[in-house]
Structure formats: C-alpha cells, structure tokens
C-alpha cells in the first residue's frame, strides 16, 4: 500500500503543499520561539559568567523570605554594612572585598531623559576599586572620584551622543544633582548588560544617591591565590555574624540565571501559545483538506476496495499520506524557524537588547518537538476523514454517484455537545482554581473543538442570514455565492472554524482589554479624589520621592500625596500593600471605611480591606505582625476597614510607616487637589516640575487615556502575534474554495454556457468566501467575547471588575472578515473564471 | 411563418439586436468551418470545410456516428468553441468578432441551451434557473411569455422545487423552460435526451417540436437517436468532418436507412 500513498501524494501536490504549508507556519512558530528564547538565554548566561570571572564568593544579608522572587528582580535583603566589609577583607586568604551596591536613577541630558530604546532601566552602581572584582571596565577617561563624577557605559554613549566631559543630571534618592561624565565604560567585554543604562559613580555618591550611606547591597570577594573556594567560604562563614551569609560565585551566577531564565521561560511560554494557536488552526485546515480530497477519491478508493484492499489498509494509506505531509511540513518549518529566530533577535538587537552572541542555540529538544508536534497534530487532525476513507464501499467504484455514508449527524450533535459540555466545565473550573491556566487552556481549546462540530447545524442557516443582502447587492452572483456557501454545511462549517478559533481569541483578548480599559476607568472614578496624577507616565523612567517636595510647595496645590505599593510577608506568603500619605491621603483618595477610621493611619496603623478582614478574621485593634524584608516583623495594629478597592490593594498604611521599613521607598504616583483645575494650573505644576522631566502631570482622564493606551499596546502585540493562525484560516479558505472551484467544474461551466461572464463568476466565488468567512468571524466573536466575559467574571477580585464589550474591535473584525473573504477569494475565483467552457460542458 | 417580433421585449445590453423574423431568415449561418484539434501529426480535422445555414422557425437535428465533429459543429455555432478558420454567424452577428464578454453576451441573450446532463444549477429553484440567463444580464424577464413556457412545459407546482428534488424529466423539462424563456433566437440541445428514457424522450422532444411549430422558434440538436431526429424538420449528417446528407421531413426509418448508407 506504501506504493499507493506515495503515488496519491505525488497527484495532489498542490494540495498538500497548501496543507504543509500550515504545518509549515505553525511548527515554524514554535521552533522559532524555542531558537529564539534558547538563544537569549544562553547569550545572557554567557554574559554573566564571563563578566564576573574575577569574583570568588559573594557576602550579603540573608534573604528572610526566601528567594521567592524571579526574573530579574534581586531577593529583597537588609542592606549589608561597611563593618562586614572589614570584617571580610581580614579573614585570611581574601585577596580583595569590596562591597557593592545598586539601584535605580534617572539620567537627563540637555532636559531629556536619557533612555535606551527597549525602555530598559538606568543601574546605578558603586565604581568598586578593585578591577579583578568589577564587571565593568574602564574604555575612556578615569574612575569616578568624589561627588560630581560619574561614568556611563559606552552604548548609551554612544546612542545619546555623550561624551567625556558632559555636563548631566541624575535624579536618585536626593532629586536632581548636576554631574560631570568622567569615563565611558563597557561590561565585560560588551557595551552593557542587556540594553540597560549603567551608570557608575564613587562609593558615598551611590551611595547618598540609591542607599544608605554606610551601606552596601553585598561584598563581592576574590579569592587570594592557592585557596580554594570551600577553604574561603568556611573561613569566611566563620567570620561573619548571624543575619549574613557567604555564597559562592557559582552560587550567585546560579541564581542569577535562574531568575534570567524564568523570565525568558515566560516569555517563551507566551510565545509558544500563539505558535500553538496557529498549530491548533492548522489542524483544522489539514482535517477539512483531506476530508474533501477523500470525498473527491471516492471512486478511486473504491476502486483498491474492489481489487482487494481491505479497511483498515485504505485508512492506512490516508494515514501514510498524512504523515509524510505532516512530517515533511515539520521538517520544513523547523528549518524556516531557524532563520526566523535569527531575524527576531537581531530585531531585538535594533531595539535595544545588546548582548554579544554566541550564535543561534539549536538544541536537539527544539528538533524533536518541532517535529514529533508537528507530525502527530497533522496525523490526529486526518484520523476521522481516513476512517472515513476506509468505509468506502466497493461498489462505488461502479457507480457515478456514490458518496461515502457521513457520521450521522445525531452522533455528530451528542460528540460535539458533550465536547464543548467537558470544555465549558474544564474552563470554568479552570477560572476558579488557583492555579488553573493549565485548564482554562484546555477548556477554550475543547470549547472551540465542539463549537466547531456544532457548527455544521447552524452553517446554512447562518449563510443564507449573513448573505442575506448579498442577492440585493449583486443579484443572481450574490444569491449563487450565499447558496454555494450554504449547500455543504460540514465543509463550510470546517473552514470557517479555522477563523473561528483566531478570531475568537482576538475577541476574548479584546474584551479583556476593554474591560481592562473600563475597569481602570471607574475605579479612577471611584477613587481619585484629585485633580492631577503625576506619574513617569509612558516614559518609563524612575520615579523620585524627592519630587513631592516640590509638589506640596507649588502654587496652586492645596494637598498632595505620594501613592505607593510594596510587599509585606506573613511569614508563608508575601502581599501586596499599599501607602499614603496618612494626613493627606484620604483628602485626595476615597477611602470607603467600614469600621474603624481613617485617622488611625496617622498613628502608625494598618487599614485591612474588608473582604480579607472577614477571611481573616480580623477585627479593629487585632494587631497584624507584618514582615518586611529589610527590617524584619513588626507587630501593627489594626485601625480599621475598609470596602475592597483594586488601587489600594488589601493593606493600607501611611507612606511614614513604610519609610521605617524599607531604604528606598519607590513612589508610583503623587495625587494633587488643586485650588481650580484648569489648563493653567496644569502648565504651572509641569514647570515646577521641570527639573523631573521623566514626570508628566495628567488630570483624571489623561490618566485613564494613558492606561487605556498602555493596554492597547500590548493588544496589539497580540494581534501581530495572532496574525500568523489568521493567515493559516486564510489558507484554509483559498484551499476549500479551490476544491469547492474543481468540484463544481460541470456547474460553472453551465453558468458560463448560458451566459455568466467571468467577471460574475469570481463575483459569485467572492460572494462565497465573503460568507464563509464572516460566519468565521460572527462565530469567533460571540465565543471570543463570551470567553472573555467568563474570565472577567472569574477575574473580578483581581482588578478586572467591568465587563466591556468591544464594539469598535467586533465591527473592524467584521469588515476585516470580508476584505478576508475577498482576498481568500483571489486566487481560486481566477481559477473559476478560467475554466473552459467546453471543457466543462463536455466532460460527463 | 408568423411573425412575432414585433410583440419582443427590446433587448438591453451588447448584442441587443432585435432579430427580426423576416419569414425564410437565417438564424445561424456556417461558412467553411474548419476546426483542427492539436498540433503536427497528431492534429484531428473534427469540422474539415462545412458550411450550413439554419433557417429561423426550423427544428434541424444533427447526426453522425462518434468523432464525424458533430459534437463540434454545434458547439462552434453555439459560441462554445471557436473555429481555426471559417465563419459562424448568428443573426447579423459574426462570432469571430467577439471577444470572451461578447461571446458570452451572445450565449446569454441569444442563444438557449439544452444539455445532456448537468442541465440545473443544484443550489437555485427550477423558476430561478429559468430566469437565470435573465437574472445575470439583470434584465426582468417577459411575464406573459414566461407563463406561457411554463404552462406549456406543465412545470408550474414544480417551479419552488431545487432540481434533486425532480425526475429527471422534469429537469430536462427545466431546461428546456430556460432555453425558451429569454426567447433567443436559436436554441442548440447537445443530446438533450441522452440520458432519458424513451417515454420522457419523446415528452422533451415534442416540448421542443412545439416550440418550433407554436412558439416560433429555432432549435438545432445533436443526437444520435433516429427517433429523436425523426423529431425535426431536417437532419444533417456528418462523418469525417463533412456534411454528407442533407434530409427533410425526415421519419425514423428514413433516417436509419441514411444511417445505413452512411455505414454507422
């Protein structure tokens, strides 16, 4: 039989070069996602061990909570003081310790803010004396001395035209303060560290600027020569006192990378579960190519019936041919994957993520998925249509008009009804448990799979309504095409459920994000009680506590608070807390208190949303001992509650009180009342804030018009990440449509006989795909917005309480959806157009 | 010959030219028609030098046995095909002067068409593949003469029905409603009974005899029925590409004694 698979491969290559090129996509998708991410990873952690080579071991506080954080975010620790710096630097075989310590700043030159291209963060480092235990290196002009100087890495010297001897501002914890650039450095062997801004500047200037003074983040240490790396941790471990702890440089790099790679991990994971939308269409695509090509095989497979083939030996040969597809496809897109891998990171490069590469990282895992996934969803996707192929009866190879018996359509119900029963509940459950993303993936995939197997008992009557206005619009075309798009249910039902599945997603990913939108919209209503949000706005710089001073000083502002978010640890698990000012506050937020009052703030104490307070059993003067990283536990009193409210978290405390317990609280916003609002008022707090440019003075509005727009950003990386599993559906209606064009040779050609010009036959061929696809899009968008909505609902405690409907987004899906149609429709609708009229008529 | 036009609705489009029925006109007239299929030593002379003139009013049946280009003299007279040389006109109108738009203009306005098989379109109603060649030239057809082809083909509680919903006589009987609704001025059937059995046979035959003899109009059929062409007023007969036999008022027998002389 293997003879006859490869013979009916080679007969259909258009076909199947259409359906491979899904496989193509979708497995190119993936294996670009795994390239890419491996890449990064490898490049990063090769940057990394290599700029600190000179580092044996490295001192620091313990981490009371743990090392619960990832990414790039260093565990929260105490600061480490200069007396563990001598202490180290006298334990016998220490070559040199010098401690370090970093945080954030904002740079400005010229009153701009200095900024790379990926918004990645401006670091501020102490310049440490010895080289051998430094990631950075001096490339031009001289270390750091004293207040004043600073240097700064060689790629934003490059980008912003800075040079040695520049005058520049850098706002840390003291506001803006006038520096000379001194030096241009590189990390490592590279300009910077992953596209951020360094800047160096002299122990006490960082320190004044981002710490403590007397305080470091950590000592690094260099082993004397001889001594081996278990002799310097004992010895030093010896040394030091309880709350410290000595970790090895392989330990550090270790954990650095770990931190590193989850956050790729995420990344990848994002990725990969658009690679595994566009797969998920593609399998729809490759169902419906090869059930039509077996229906339009009938006599043919008949025919090895009639000579001997048994059942289970034509399913087979369908199978066979699916898999060489499959696999070819497979193969194909990992190598596409592989050039587009390498076109994204250097992408990434332009934007701003430079990290010397050490070339593309293929590993022998990105070619066994690739593979393996892209084969077995092209095999199971054929599973149904080569059983089908396999209950072709001999005897139609005698007859013109058999048709293989199709699954009752009352099986066809109860299947698709139980499979999208089973999707809903896994959804739903999936929503409600903790940790459940797993499932709520599962759910929506099912949910889709059933819809699309109920789709064939709404396809027709769906067609004739959608095409309603078509006869109207374009006469008897319009009627042929709307008629032509009803008379196979299955197969109209199959192609438009490709689209389904993309469009579905852009409809749940749009409600999210007008509920999104929505959501942060009235809760600003609710809760902002002032005129002005001053913020870092989209700028992304840092933003400086130091700035309220000014704030509170300038004319026309009655109060102002800071607002800021931090965390606090039970001891098992961390949460979210948020500070006000405790006199303040209350006059520019609404505070809905439930018992208890806002006053207790001012006496230090706590403010617990009341939700939890009732989980918790908390009641007003229970004292809460609250963790925090730097300062320990501190028993705090519970003054009151209040209604839950998203902006303030479950925990609400005065920003004094988080001063005690952390070295640099990091602002988020500062709410302003004004005497009157109004445009002038705006102007005068934006130049009493010239000298913080990163800051942008917005009223309520122009607030919630910044977050809205925030979301739309990454909406449309969504989309562009969407695009792909579109283009396949558009595949799968240029493949049907020119299948459909073939089988209905005889019928055009009858059209063309009495007299339809070609014009009218693509007309009507357009016609057809326009249907197809807006009940694509119809159906998407209902499952799309009702996916949405349920995870809304299942989400509201989380901060999306507001279900929006998109209806900007539903109506540009639905003209998208017929341009779609029209341009699906091309190519298969020249072909129609072409058919010879003779040719057609003759053939019987 | 009685002369109807003057009661025809005036036609739209490119080849609105009102044919007028001057008794003896010419419907469709072939000069010389050549028609080679391929190239070199493999090329096939289906039609080798015919001419032939089809007078309005007439039914003409067309025979010969397989390959004699029967087949393609119709087809090139209908403006299905084209000729490698010679001359097709219908009416005034000579087909090697249109383009593919006019062409099908042609097809669509003056021509009705009877096939063998694949006669409906599946996705419309019988009424709307009467009108069909109406519809698409987005022109209302004649009422008064619509309802006289449909009570003349006996298909009025059939005319909301889609065609696998009819006999196969009944289809064909469509058929011939959507050849004779546009009222063109020739109607050609390519073994428009092939595929019927005799009773049904002789019920489409007649419906086309009757539109020759009633309604006025012109129909040229292939077929290779004796009792079919025994139908028509004259029978061509054509082998190797030539006109052979030319036979008025022809009856079965005498057709198939032409048959036998033939040597088919």
Same mark, same amino acid.
């Given at each position: 039989?293997?003879?006859?698979?490869?013979?009916?491969?080679?007969?259909?290559?258009?076909?199947?070069?259409?359906?491979?090129?899904?496989?193509?996509?979708?497995?190119?998708?993936?294996?670009?996602?795994?390239?890419?991410?491996?890449?990064?990873?490898?490049?990063?952690?090769?940057?990394?061990?290599?700029?600190?080579?000179? /580092? *044996?071991?490295?001192? &620091?506080?313990?981490? !009371?909570?743990?090392?619960?954080?990832?990414?790039?975010?260093?565990?929260?620790?105490?600061?480490?003081?200069?007396?563990?710096?001598?202490?180290?630097?006298?334990? !016998?075989?220490?070559?040199?310790?010098?401690?370090?310590?970093?945080?954030?700043?904002?740079?400005?030159?010229?009153?701009?803010?200095?900024?790379?291209?990926?918004?990645?963060?401006?670091?501020?480092?102490?310049?440490?004396?010895?080289?051998?235990?430094?990631?950075?290196?001096? /490339?031009?002009?001289?270390?750091?001395?004293?207040? =004043?100087?600073?240097?700064?890495?060689?790629?934003?010297?490059?980008?912003?035209?800075?040079?040695?001897?520049?005058?520049?501002?850098?706002?840390?914890?003291?506001?803006?303060?006038?520096?000379?650039?001194?030096?241009?450095?590189?990390?490592?062997?590279?300009?910077?560290?992953?596209?951020?801004?360094?800047?160096?500047?002299?122990?006490?200037?960082?320190?004044?600027?981002?710490?403590?003074?007397?305080?470091?983040?950590?000592?690094?240490?260099?082993?004397?020569?001889?001594?081996?790396?278990?002799?310097?941790?004992?010895?030093?471990?010896?040394?030091?006192?309880?709350?410290?702890?000595?970790?090895?440089?392989?330990?550090?790099?270790?954990?650095?990378?770990? =931190?590193?790679? *989850?956050?790729?991990?995420?990344?990848?994971?994002?990725?990969?579960?658009?690679?595994?939308?566009?797969?998920?269409?593609?399998?729809?695509?490759?169902?419906?190519?090869?059930?039509?090509?077996?229906?339009?095989?009938?006599?043919?497979?008949?025919?090895?019936?009639?000579?001997?083939?048994?059942?289970?030996?034509?399913?087979?040969?369908?199978?066979?041919?699916?898999?060489?597809?499959?696999?070819?496809?497979?193969?194909?897109?990992?190598?596409?994957?592989?050039?587009?891998?390498?076109?994204?990171?250097?992408?990434?490069?332009?934007?701003?993520?430079?990290? !010397?590469?050490?070339?593309?990282?293929?590993?022998? /895992?990105?070619?066994?998925?690739?593979?393996?996934?892209?084969?077995?969803?092209?095999?199971?996707?054929?599973?149904?249509?080569?059983?089908?192929?396999?209950?072709?009866?001999?005897?139609?190879?005698?007859?013109?008009?058999?048709?293989?018996?199709?699954?009752?359509? &009352?099986? $066809?119900?109860?299947?698709?009804?139980?499979?999208?029963?089973?999707?809903?509940?896994?959804?739903?459950?999936?929503?409600?448990?903790?940790?459940?993303?797993?499932?709520?993936?599962?759910?929506?995939?099912?949910?889709?799979?059933?819809?699309?197997?109920?789709?064939?008992?709404?396809?027709?009557?769906?067609?004739?309504?959608?095409?309603?206005?078509?006869?109207?619009?374009?006469?008897?075309?319009?009627?042929?095409?709307?008629?032509?798009?009803?008379?196979?249910?299955?197969?109209?039902?199959?192609?438009?459920?490709?689209?389904?599945?993309?469009?579905?997603?852009?409809?749940?990913?749009?409600?999210?994000?007008?509920?999104?939108?929505?959501?942060?919209?009235?809760?600003?209503?609710?809760?902002?009680?002032?005129?002005?949000?001053?913020?870092?706005?989209?700028?992304?710089?840092?933003?400086?506590?130091?700035?309220?001073?000014?704030?509170?000083?300038?004319?026309?502002?009655?109060?102002?608070?800071?607002?800021?978010?931090?965390?606090?640890?039970?001891?098992?698990?961390?949460?979210?807390?948020?500070?006000?000012?405790?006199?303040?506050?209350?006059?520019?937020?609404?505070?809905?208190?439930?018992?208890?009052?806002?006053?207790?703030?001012?006496?230090?104490?706590?403010?617990?949303?009341?939700?939890?307070?009732?989980?918790?059993?908390?009641?007003?003067?229970?004292?809460?001992?609250?963790?925090?990283?730097?300062?320990?536990?501190?028993?705090?009193?519970?003054?009151?509650?209040?209604?839950?409210?998203?902006?303030?978290? *479950?925990?609400?405390?005065?920003?004094?009180?988080?001063?005690?317990?952390?070295?640099?609280?990091?602002?988020?916003?500062?709410?302003?009342?004004?005497? &009157?609002?109004?445009?002038?008022?705006?102007?005068?707090?934006?130049?009493?804030?010239?000298?913080?440019?990163?800051?942008?003075?917005?009223?309520?509005?122009?607030?919630?018009?910044?977050?809205?727009?925030?979301?739309?950003?990454?909406?449309?990386?969504?989309?562009?990440?969407?695009?792909?599993?579109?283009?396949?559906?558009?595949?799968?209606?240029?493949?049907?449509?020119?299948?459909?064009?073939?089988?209905?040779?005889?019928?055009?050609?009858?059209?063309?006989?009495?007299?339809?010009?070609?014009?009218?036959? $693509?007309?009507?061929?357009?016609?057809?795909?326009?249907?197809?696809?807006?009940?694509?899009?119809?159906?998407?968008?209902?499952?799309?917005?009702?996916?949405?909505?349920?995870?809304?609902?299942?989400?509201?405690?989380?901060?999306?309480?507001?279900?929006?409907?998109?209806?900007?987004?539903?109506?540009?899906?639905?003209?998208?959806?017929?341009?779609?149609?029209?341009?699906?429709?091309?190519?298969?609708?020249? /072909?129609?157009?072409?058919?010879?009229?003779?040719?057609?008529?003759?053939?019987? | 010959?009685?002369?109807?036009?003057?009661?025809?609705?005036?036609?739209?489009?490119?080849?609105?030219?009102?044919?007028?029925?001057?008794?003896?006109?010419?419907?469709?007239?072939?000069?010389?028609?050549?028609?080679?299929?391929?190239?070199?030593?493999?090329?096939?002379?289906?039609? #080798?030098?015919?001419?032939?003139?089809?007078?309005?009013?007439?039914?003409?049946?067309?025979?010969?046995?397989?390959?004699?280009?029967?087949?393609?003299?119709?087809?090139?007279?209908?403006?299905?095909?084209?000729?490698?040389?010679?001359?097709?006109?219908?009416?005034?109108? #000579?087909?090697?002067?249109?383009?593919?738009?006019?062409?099908?203009?042609?097809?669509?306005?003056?021509?009705?068409?009877?096939?063998?098989?694949?006669?409906?379109?599946?996705?419309?109603?019988?009424?709307?593949?009467?009108?069909?060649?109406?519809?698409?030239?987005?022109?209302?057809?004649?009422?008064?003469?619509?309802?006289?082809?449909?009570?003349?083909?006996?298909?009025?509680?059939?005319?909301?029905?889609?065609?696998?919903?009819?006999?196969?006589?009944?289809?064909?009987?469509?058929?011939?409603?959507?050849?004779?609704?546009?009222?063109?001025?020739?109607?050609?059937?390519?073994?428009?009974?092939?595929?019927?059995?005799?009773?049904?046979?002789?019920?489409?035959?007649?419906?086309?005899? #009757?539109?020759?003899?009633?309604?006025?109009?012109?129909?040229?059929?292939?077929?290779?029925?004796?009792?079919?062409?025994?139908?028509?007023?004259?029978?061509?007969?054509?082998?190797?590409?030539?006109?052979?036999?030319?036979?008025?008022?022809?009856?079965?027998?005498?057709?198939?004694?032409?048959?036998?002389?033939?040597?088919?």
């Amino acid at each position: 039989m293997w003879s006859v698979t490869i013979k009916s491969l080679a007969a259909h290559k258009l076909r199947l070069a259409l359906t491979a090129l899904a496989v193509v996509l979708g497995v190119a998708f993936m294996s670009g996602t795994f390239v890419l991410t491996d890449t990064i990873k490898h490049d990063i952690n090769g940057l990394i061990s290599q700029t600190t080579a000179g /580092r *044996s071991a490295v001192v &620091r506080a313990t981490a !009371p909570y743990g090392d619960s954080s990832g990414g790039f975010a260093q565990d929260v620790r105490p600061l480490t003081p200069e007396s563990i710096q001598q202490i180290v630097r006298s334990v !016998p075989g220490v070559a040199a310790a010098d401690g370090t310590l970093q945080g954030q700043v904002t740079l400005i030159h010229d009153g701009k803010v200095v900024k790379t291209k990926g918004n990645a963060p401006t670091i501020a480092l102490n310049w440490e004396p010895d080289h051998q235990l430094t990631s950075l290196t001096l /490339r031009a002009g001289h270390a750091p001395i004293g207040p =004043g100087q600073l240097v700064i890495d060689a790629a934003t010297a490059k980008a912003a035209s800075l040079r040695i001897g520049d005058a520049v501002t850098v706002i840390g914890n003291p506001g803006p303060e006038p520096f000379t650039i001194v030096g241009i450095v590189g990390f490592g062997k590279a300009n910077t560290l992953a596209g951020a801004t360094l800047t160096a500047f002299d122990t006490e200037t960082a320190q004044s600027l981002v710490g403590k003074p007397g305080y470091f983040t950590a000592i690094n240490v260099a082993a004397a020569k001889g001594v081996s790396s278990d002799t310097l941790l004992s010895a030093i471990g010896a040394r030091i006192p309880l709350g410290f702890e000595v970790v090895s440089e392989a330990t550090v790099v270790a954990q650095t990378s770990a =931190g590193i790679d *989850s956050f790729i991990n995420t990344f990848n994971t994002f990725l990969l579960f658009f690679a595994g939308i566009a797969l998920f269409v593609g399998a729809f695509l490759i169902f419906n190519t090869f059930s039509i090509l077996v229906g339009q095989r009938t006599r043919e497979l008949a025919l090895l019936r009639a000579v001997g083939a048994n059942r289970s030996q034509v399913t087979r040969s369908v199978l066979g041919e699916a898999t060489l597809t499959g696999l070819a496809g497979s193969i194909v897109g990992l190598l596409v994957g592989i050039p587009l891998a390498a076109g994204l990171y250097s992408l990434l490069s332009t934007l701003g993520l430079s990290i !010397p590469s050490q070339g593309l990282r293929i590993l022998p /895992r990105t070619i066994i998925v690739s593979i393996v996934v892209g084969t077995l969803i092209t095999v199971a996707s054929v599973i149904l249509p080569a059983r089908r192929a396999g209950r072709v009866p001999p005897v139609a190879a005698m007859r013109d008009d058999a048709v293989i018996e199709e699954t009752s359509l &009352r099986r $066809r119900a109860v299947i698709g009804g139980a499979v999208l029963v089973v999707g809903v509940l896994a959804l739903i459950s999936g929503l409600s448990a903790s940790n459940g993303i797993g499932l709520v993936g599962l759910g929506a995939a099912l949910t889709f799979v059933g819809v699309a197997m109920l789709v064939p008992f709404i396809a027709a009557p769906m067609a004739r309504a959608l095409g309603s206005p078509l006869p109207a619009l374009q006469g008897v075309t319009g009627r042929l095409g709307r008629e032509n798009a009803a008379r196979n249910p299955r197969r109209t039902a199959a192609t438009a459920s490709a689209l389904m599945v993309g469009l579905g997603v852009v409809g749940a990913v749009a409600t999210l994000a007008s509920s999104a939108s929505a959501s942060v919209g009235s809760l600003v209503d609710r809760t902002f009680n002032a005129d002005y949000v001053i913020t870092t706005g989209a700028n992304q710089g840092l933003f400086s506590s130091a700035a309220e001073s000014v704030v509170r000083s300038a004319p026309g502002v009655i109060v102002s608070s800071p607002f800021t978010q931090a965390t606090w640890h039970d001891g098992k698990v961390s949460h979210g807390l948020s500070a006000i000012d405790a006199v303040t506050g209350p006059q520019v937020l609404n505070i809905d208190v439930v018992t208890g009052s806002v006053a207790a703030l001012a006496r230090g104490q706590v403010l617990v949303d009341s939700t939890v307070a009732r989980r918790d059993h908390l009641t007003v003067g229970d004292v809460l001992p609250m963790g925090f990283a730097e300062t320990g536990v501190k028993p705090v009193t519970i003054g009151g509650t209040y209604k839950p409210n998203q902006l303030l978290d *479950s925990y609400l405390i005065s920003t004094a009180l988080l001063s005690q317990n952390v070295t640099t609280r990091q602002d988020i916003a500062i709410l302003v009342k004004t005497t &009157r609002a109004s445009a002038a008022q705006q102007a005068a707090l934006k130049s009493a804030l010239a000298a913080y440019p990163q800051l942008s003075v917005e009223t309520g509005a122009q607030f919630k018009a910044d977050q809205k727009k925030q979301i739309n950003s990454f909406l449309a990386i969504v989309y562009v990440l969407l695009a792909l599993s579109i283009i396949i559906a558009l595949i799968g209606v240029i493949n049907t449509l020119a299948l459909s064009v073939l089988e209905r040779t005889h019928e055009i050609g009858l059209l063309r006989a009495v007299g339809m010009y070609r014009r009218q036959v $693509r007309r009507m061929i357009r016609a057809e795909a326009v249907v197809v696809s807006l009940i694509g899009a119809v159906l998407g968008l209902a499952l799309g917005i009702g996916l949405g909505a349920t995870i809304v609902h299942a989400a509201s405690s989380s901060g999306i309480d507001e279900l929006a409907i998109p209806w900007r987004t539903i109506i540009v899906v639905l003209v998208a959806a017929a341009i779609f149609g029209v341009f699906a429709a091309v190519f298969p609708a020249r /072909r129609a157009a072409k058919l010879d009229v003779l040719t057609a008529v003759k053939a019987t | 010959m009685a002369d109807e036009s003057d009661d025809r609705p005036a036609q739209e489009g490119p080849t609105a030219t009102p044919p007028e029925a001057i008794p003896g006109r010419i419907a469709a007239q072939v000069d010389d028609a050549v028609k080679v299929y391929g190239r070199g030593e493999t090329s096939v002379r289906a039609l #080798d030098g015919v001419s032939v003139s089809f007078p309005a009013g007439r039914f003409t049946a067309i025979m010969g046995p397989s390959g004699s280009g029967k087949s393609t003299l119709l087809h090139c007279t209908a403006g299905l095909d084209t000729l490698t040389s010679g001359r097709v006109m219908i009416g005034d109108t #000579d087909l090697s002067s249109l383009d593919d738009r006019g062409l099908t203009a042609l097809r669509r306005d003056r021509i009705g068409f009877v096939f063998q098989t694949f006669n409906l379109v599946p996705t419309l109603t019988a009424l709307e593949n009467i009108v069909l060649p109406m519809d698409l030239a987005g022109r209302r057809p004649d009422k008064a003469w619509l309802d006289s082809v449909i009570d003349t083909l006996a298909i009025r509680d059939r005319l909301k029905h889609k065609p696998n919903e009819l006999s196969g006589g009944q289809q064909q009987r469509v058929a011939v409603g959507r050849a004779l609704a546009s009222r063109p001025q020739i109607i050609f059937g390519d073994e428009p009974t092939g595929n019927l059995d005799s009773r049904v046979s002789a019920e489409v035959l007649g419906l086309l005899r #009757d539109a020759v003899s009633r309604l006025d109009q012109t129909v040229v059929i292939v077929t290779h029925d004796p009792v079919a062409a025994s139908y028509a007023d004259r029978v061509l007969f054509l082998a190797d590409g030539k006109i052979v036999d030319d036979v008025s008022g022809p009856t079965p027998e005498s057709i198939i004694d032409h048959m036998k002389r033939l040597g088919s």
